[in-house]
């Protein structure tokens, strides 16, 4: 674990969990900007540190980098003991997906292997991070838990469209399980104050690392509005799992 600036918050953690350049990043700023510390995790550790030196930076807040794999229970457990040795955490975001490139899109040629891997990524990779929160919310009487969805929550796809994103079939099945793992959530601990949404992002989404993204502008969605999107569900919209939003208009709630 590595962290970064001195400054420390009373707001409690916010835990970010499979940040990568697009939306994990803007979600960790967004929360940073308001005054949380942040607990940033993905595999990459190094990709990782420069991203929290860089937030620390900005927003002047503490952020932690901290490296997991999802998809490895024990490795979930080991990251959140450091992510809980840092304090109550109040919001979970859990963003991870593996890549949908290179992916075969046909039934046959997917292996065992890469399918129980995108499941665990997707879907066993929630339910351990959620795991490891809740209790804590429980005892709080309250907390945040927001899981990332895609197209592919709500749609199985035959074979592979051609948007190379996130619109892959057999491989996007652990989307369809994390829908279902944040409505059994949702129900089970609303009544604990704790507020679980899962939300659809039904679209591509733009790298705000390229002036041009990695599409036209016109067809993606600006990760540093969707993150927007997060912070008002976290701060305002509080009514139960119903916040499935389609953010197909990136400016749905701003
Ligand atoms: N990009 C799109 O167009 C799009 C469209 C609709 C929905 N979504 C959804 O939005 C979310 C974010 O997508 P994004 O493209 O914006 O990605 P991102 O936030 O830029 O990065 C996500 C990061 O998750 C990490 N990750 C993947 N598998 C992991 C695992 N097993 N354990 C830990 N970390 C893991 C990867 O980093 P490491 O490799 O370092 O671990 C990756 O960089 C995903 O859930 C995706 O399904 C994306």
Redesign the pocket.
Known sequence: MRSFSNSTSTKGIAAIV????????SVARKFAQEGYTIAIL???LD?LSRLADEIACEAKTQVFAIR????DCKSVREAFEGVLSLGSVEVLVY????PASCQPSNFMAISPESFQRSLA?SAH?AFYCAQQVIPGMVERGRGTIIF?G?SASLNGFAGYLELK??FFSYIGCGKFALRGLSQCLAKEFFASGIHVAHIV?D???SDPRSSKGDQSTDTCMD?NIIAQNYWYIHTQDKSAWTQELDLRSPNQRF
Not at 19 to 25: A, D, E, F, I
Not at 68 to 71: H, R, V
């Open positions: 499979g940040v990568g350049p697009k939306l994990g990043s993905s595999r990459d990709k997991i794999d999802c998809a963003n991870a997906c593996e990524g990779g990332t895609s994103y996130y992002i679209g591509a989404i990760p």
